[in-house]
Nanobody, 128 residues
Framework: QVQLVESGGGLVPAGGSLMLSCAAS????????MAWFRQAPGKEREFVAA????????FLADSVKGRFTISRNNAENTVYLQMNNLKPEDTAVYYCAKNRRKFYSGSDVFGSALYDYWGQGTQVTVSS
């Protein structure tokens, strides 16, 4: 079992920044890719960012390219999402998730079904 706990959400004005953290406990996430998704009220959960294990390559949704960055600290079993120049449309609950495929190195990282463990989410609200 892997437990994922997100933190760092909050209320920020448009143009502001937040860094979300996802701390993993229980079984290690070493060897597994990680991702961030978000879900706004009345909308489906959508992909935000992902990175595979052992590769600097990151994957970002078009809506956040140039503003969001995903990173990880393997020693601390933690994944981050740095969010800059936030917009009201970024308002959502943000979830981190663990890829179910160990040592996966491909680009098929966008579907939520590819992830087997999820955190409880952290609310991000961007005021206009």
């Amino acid at each position: 079992q892997v437990q994922l706990v997100e933190s760092g959400g909050g209320l920020v004005p448009a143009g502001g920044s937040l860094m979300l953290s996802c701390a993993a406990s229980g079984r290690t996430i070493r060897g597994y890719g990680m991702a961030w998704f978000r879900q706004a009220p009345g909308k489906e959960r959508e992909f935000v960012a992902a990175m595979n294990w052992g590769s600097p390559t990151t994957f970002l949704a078009d809506s956040v390219k140039g503003r969001f960055t995903i990173s990880r600290n393997n020693a601390e079993n933690t994944v981050y999402l740095q969010m800059n120049n936030l917009k009201p449309e970024d308002t959502a609950v943000y979830y981190c998730a663990k890829n179910r495929r160990k040592f996966y190195s491909g680009s098929d990282v966008f579907g939520s079904a590819l992830y087997d463990y999820w955190g409880q989410g952290t609310q991000v609200t961007v005021s206009s």
